[in-house]
C-alpha cells in the first residue's frame, strides 16, 4: 500500500523491495504465480527528485526497482491493471497512483509555498499558526513535538494528494470494459475522510468526491484498498440512484499491527457475491499475530435478485428442518442430505454463498474447507 520508506529517504526503499521480494518468493517458480505489487506512497517521494525531476520522474527509481525484481508495472500517471489468475475469468485488479502531489509546492497555497521554498534544506515544518490550546480545538499538537515527529509534520504539510486527470480517464476507461463485472482499486490514500484529524493543508484527497461519484456511476461494486491513515476502517459508500454500484473501502493497518487477509466469492458468471475479511493482529506483549474476527461484506445491491428457484427452495427446506429441530444451526452434512433428498439440481456451496449474500443464512467458517462449515438460519 506505499510507504516503503519514511520521509523520503530512498535508503531503504531499495531494501524493502528485497526484503519482500525474499519473502514473497522463497517457494521458487510456483511462488511466481502471485504478482508482488506496488503503489507509492507520500513518504516513498523525495524532495530532491521531485524537485530536479518532476512530478512523474520521481517515481523512476521505485518503478525500476520493481521492474528489476519482477515485481507488477509500477503505475505512475496511468493505471495499471492486471489480472489474478490470468485468463478473462480472473478478478480485476487496477493500481492507482495517488501520490503524484507529493512535493509539488504549486500545489500548495502561496504563503505555505513562498516559506517552504525559502527554507532551503531545513527540515523544520512550517509554523501554521498557535494552536487552540482552550480544549475546544478537534486537533491539538503536542506543545514540543519531538524530531521524529516535526519531520512528519514537514512531510504531511508537502502532501497534495489527488488522482490525475489522467490516471483517473484511465481508470474509467477500464471499468467501462464490457467485461469488468466489479474492480479492485489498489492505492496509497484514503477516500473518506479519517477518523483522526490531521494539522495540514491537505489532510485529505483533494478531489476524492469527484472520484467516488465517478466510481459510483460506474454502477458496478468497487473495491478499495488503501493504507495511509495507519488505522483500518472498513467503510461503504453508494448511491440509490446507481444500486448496483458500491464503493467498499479497506484500509489496510500499520505493518507492524498486522495485515489483512481477503477472500472473494463470486459466482460462475463473474459476478462479486460478497467480500471475507479476515484481520490478522500482532500482540505488542508477545509478539504473535493473532486472528481476529471475521467479517463478510456483501457486494450485491438486491441478494434476493440473485436466487433462482431451486436455491428459493433450498432456503424453505433448510427454515422448515430448523424450525422442526428448534434449533437454526447447522451442519454442512445436513444440508448436503437435505439437497439430496429433494434432488434439487444445484451447486451446494455457491448456493449457500448465494444465500450468505442475501443475508439468508450466515456462514461460519468460509475459510475453512466446506465440510467445516457450520450454518445460522436467519430469522425471517
Known amino acids: 500500500m506505499g510507504d516503503f520508506t519514511s520521509r523520503g529517504d530512498k535508503t531503504f526503499i531499495a531494501s524493502a523491495f528485497q526484503h519482500f521480494t525474499l519473502l514473497c518468493r522463497a517457494q521458487g517458480r510456483s511462488s511466481k504465480a502471485l504478482p508482488l505489487i506496488f503503489v507509492p506512497g507520500n513518504h516513498d517521494v523525495n524532495r530532491d527528485d521531485a524537485r530536479e525531476l518532476g512530478p512523474t520522474e520521481k517515481f523512476s527509481e521505485m518503478a525500476s526497482l520493481a521492474a528489476r525484481l519482477g515485481w507488477q508495472t509500477v503505475p505512475v500517471d496511468q493505471p495499471v491493471h492486471f489480472r489474478l489468475p490470468t485468463g478473462s475469468a480472473g478478478a480485476n485488479f487496477i493500481l492507482v497512483n495517488t501520490a503524484i502531489g507529493s512535493w509539488e509546492l504549486q500545489n500548495l497555497p502561496a504563503f505555505l509555498r513562498d516559506r517552504l521554498e525559502a527554507l532551503g534544506p531545513s527540515t523544520e515544518p512550517v509554523d501554521l499558526g498557535s494552536p487552540d490550546t482552550s480544549g475546544h480545538s478537534p486537533a491539538t499538537p503536542p506543545s514540543d513535538p519531538d524530531k521524529e515527529a516535526s519531520d512528519d509534520e514537514y512531510y504531511g504539510q508537502m502532501d497534495t494528494p489527488y488522482i490525475s486527470r489522467e490516471m483517473l480517464a484511465g481508470l474509467q476507461e477500464l471499468l467501462q470494459q464490457p467485461d469488468m463485472r466489479y474492480g479492485i482499486m489498489i492505492g496509497h490514500h484514503n477516500l473518506l475522510p479519517q477518523k483522526t484529524p490531521r494539522i495540514t493543508p491537505y489532510a485529505e484527497m ?111 427446506r433448510l427454515r422448515d428442518h430448523a424450525t422442526r429441530r428448534g434449533n437454526g444451526l447447522l451442519f454442512w452434512d445436513e444440508i448436503t442430505e437435505i439437497a439430496a433428498s429433494a434432488e434439487l439440481g444445484l451447486d451446494l456451496e455457491d448456493s449457500l454463498l448465494m444465500l450468505q449474500a442475501a443475508r439468508f443464512v450466515e456462514i461460519d467458517g468460509l475459510t475453512k474447507a466446506n465440510s467445516a462449515w457450520r450454518i445460522k438460519v436467519r430469522d425471517e
Do not use: W
Open 206 to 316: 483533494l478531489n476524492s468526491g469527484f472520484v467516488r461519484t465517478q466510481l459510483l456511476q460506474g454502477n458496478k461494486p468497487i473495491v478499495y484498498l488503501h493504507g495511509h491513515i495507519h488505522a483500518d476502517p472498513v467503510e461503504i459508500v453508494n448511491d440509490p440512484r446507481f444500486p448496483d454500484g458500491k464503493l467498499i473501502c479497506i484500509s489496510a493497518p500499520e505493518i507492524q499491527s498486522g495485515f489483512n487477509e481477503l477472500v472473494f466469492f463470486t459466482t460462475d458468471q463473474g459476478e462479486l457475491v460478497g467480500i471475507r475479511l479476515i484481520p490478522y493482529r500482532t500482540n505488542v506483549a508477545d509478539g504473535t499475530v493473532m486472528e481476529g474476527e471475521h467479517c463478510f461484506i456483501s457486494t450485491m445491491s438486491n441478494g434476493k435478485a440473485f436466487l433462482n428457484n431451486d436455491t428459493f427452495d433450498l432456503m424453505r
